[in-house]
């Protein structure tokens, strides 16, 4: 659903040049995804998002990208606009890779997420507000994978970077992922973790009931319940 929406607000706006083709290949990349999520979404577990939940995510983010790998439209496009969504894409199984496991795969895709979207900041044309949604998972999954290595100052750095990026319309709805915040409180670092919420403060006006909620629970030294922030 997230990247349904961006998909929308990224033909937003003033008209660039190339805008009529961009606003085409967007249409075609929502009206696919539309299509491959109308099968039933992955079954909740009893106790909440367990394991199989998990790895459904993961299986349903790899067919993705691979129809998208296959589509005409990206195929044919010009090389920013299909870089663009190929490493949303891409970002997304590195995270439900995470997320289900595996932290190999998760480690790969998350390292070749980052090379290309330092190659489009490169390019005259990029714009960090259409990568931000990759770039959001790029940085959760390296917080969680250095907090899985120890390094908890590299994940307390990455977090508050997550806080401070939020720029895309469905970023600023829906807020952020919050796993690595969830792991960071669980491992002893409530700190950064209330830095955290504190930078959401300033950064997600939608959320300000949302992220009171999560700053009394870590207060009351519980485990905020974070929803769907936890598969955003």
């Known amino acids: 659903m997230r990247f349904v929406l961006i998909a929308l607000v990224l033909v937003a706006g003033c008209n660039p040049p190339g805008h009529e083709e961009r606003e085409r290949v967007m249409r075609s990349h929502t009206a696919l995804m539309d299509s491959l999520r109308a099968v039933p979404r992955c079954p909740v577990g009893d106790d909440g998002y367990d394991r199989d939940f998990y790895e459904c995510r993961y299986r349903r983010a790899v067919e993705e990208l691979a129809v998208v790998r296959r589509s005409e439209y990206v195929t044919l496009d010009g090389a920013t606009l299909r870089d663009e969504i190929l490493t949303r894409h891409q970002s997304r199984v590195a995270l439900t890779a995470l997320d289900a496991g595996r932290l190999e795969e998760a480690r790969g895709l998350v390292d070749d997420v980052r090379g290309r979207i330092a190659e489009a900041e490169e390019d005259e044309g990029y714009d960090r507000y259409s990568w931000s949604d990759a770039l959001e998972d790029a940085l959760v999954v390296e917080g969680r994978l ?8 590299t994940a307390g750095r990455l977090l508050l970077e997550v806080g401070r990026m939020l720029e895309s319309p469905t970023q600023l709805s829906f807020g952020p992922n919050t796993t690595l915040a ?8 409530t700190a950064v973790v209330e830095a955290y919420f504190d930078v959401l403060d300033s950064t997600w ?8 909620e999560w700053r009394q629970a870590l207060a009351r030294e519980e485990s905020p319940d974070y929803g769907p922030n936890v598969i955003y």
């Open 205 to 212: 006006e939608y959320g300000a009931e949302r992220v009171a």
């Open 182 to 189: 969830r792991d960071l409180a669980a491992a002893g670092d």
């Open 146 to 153: 250095a907090l899985a290595r120890g390094d908890r100052e």
